[in-house]
């Protein structure tokens, strides 16, 4: 196990800047998910890490040895990528082994390796197969089987789950958690998936525009997001936003106005222009310290939930997760309760004046 840490560190592609000044570590064993909209840096991130592209200023470290200018191949690091790369005119046993027969490994030790890698990933009645005979998730499976025979420090994944279908993905993100829970290294992981991030990591890293947003665990991020980027970005469906206006003190806080005029007191002295909450602490009915009146525009039913589209007018929104069983339709004009324990507030900057207090 090793730990990685970012000292500054900083890309640039001609003029343009892609990594704006990162500072980062993470620590022995982890399991972090970089996370953050397309073209933000994170899978530039990861190969800075990696050594496949150059630092442009900074420092990399990993174990506590710098590698900032080390050569990939002796960094401890193993990649698996997005697209499996396998050789289709080897077997699997051929395709994991491959790296260490050229770096001229003893036979035996290739052998043994591969075995107790095959044995993890629930390969080894495959071994004499070609690519071409196998399915998208055991194709991934050898492309992972083949970073794990390197016993790297550390563990780094570019999206290695985007290619598959949606049942392979939710089948190798639990083969993937259960490898890390058994082997205990440091893993670095790179998705545009939520699901992903907030199921396999022990921190996430938000990232917007090559600058990290914020750091911390899954339920961190749900429930305590720093600024609405943030609070937009994690969480599927996304925190309603909601325009507020302060009209005053009150002896608990703040009172503000939601839309259509109703008003809730936030535990604050300090002003806010957005109000935040996300689309399960919304609730169908008069609320414990405020309620909305919208009519539904729109209903997915997926079963164990509900989504409710609801249109409050003035050209806001809000998204209401109900009961599988609801019988609300669209057409429909129903109350939303809302309690402020539940409640976001940001300021006129996009800066969290307060969370809510679930955690």
């Not at 003035?314 to 057409?331: H, P």
């Amino acid at each position: 196990m090793a730990d990685v840490r970012l000292n500054n560190v900083r890309k640039r592609f001609g003029d343009v800047e892609i990594i704006k000044g990162i500072d980062l570590a993470v620590e022995h064993g982890q399991f972090c998910v970089f996370v953050g909209p397309s073209g933000c840096g994170k899978s530039t991130l990861l190969r800075l890490i990696a050594g496949l592209e150059k630092v442009s200023d900074g420092q990399v470290t990993i174990g506590g040895a710098d590698m900032t200018h080390v050569a990939p191949a002796n960094r401890g690091t193993a990649m698996v990528f997005q697209s499996y790369a396998l050789y289709p005119h080897m077997t699997v046993a051929e395709n994991i082994s491959f790296g260490l027969r050229m770096a001229n490994t003893p036979k035996a030790e290739v052998e043994q390796r591969v075995k107790h890698a095959a044995d993890m990933l629930q390969l080894g009645h495959l071994l004499n197969r070609k690519p071409s005979q196998l399915s998208g998730g055991q194709r991934q499976r050898v492309a992972i089987g083949r970073a794990i025979v390197r016993n790297p420090q550390v563990f780094l994944f570019d999206e290695p789950l985007s290619n598959l279908d949606a049942s392979l993905r939710v089948q190798m993100r639990i083969e993937i958690g259960k490898l890390h829970q058994d082997l205990g290294t440091t893993m670095i992981y790179v998705t545009h998936d939520q699901v992903e991030a907030m199921t396999l990591a022990d921190r996430i890293v938000v990232l917007n525009a090559g600058r990290i947003e914020q750091v911390g665990s899954p339920l961190e991020l749900y429930h305590r997001p720093k600024n609405l980027f943030v609070a937009r970005f994690i969480g599927s469906p996304t925190m309603n936003t909601l325009p507020v206006q302060r009209t005053g003190g009150d002896g608990d806080g703040m009172r503000f106005t939601l839309p259509g005029g109703a008003p809730i007191v936030l535990p604050t002295r300090e002003d806010g222009v957005t109000l935040g909450v996300r689309p399960e602490h919304l609730s169908l009915g008069t609320g414990e310290d405020a309620t909305l009146q919208g009519q539904v525009r729109l209903t997915e039913r997926l079963g164990s939930e509900t989504m409710l589209y609801v249109d409050l007018g003035s050209d806001v929104e809000v998204v209401v997760r109900a009961d599988g069983l609801s019988s609300v339709r669209a057409g429909d004009t129903v109350p939303i309760g809302v309690s402020r324990r539940s409640c976001h507030l940001f300021d006129s900057q996009g800066a969290a004046v307060i969370n809510g207090a679930l955690l």
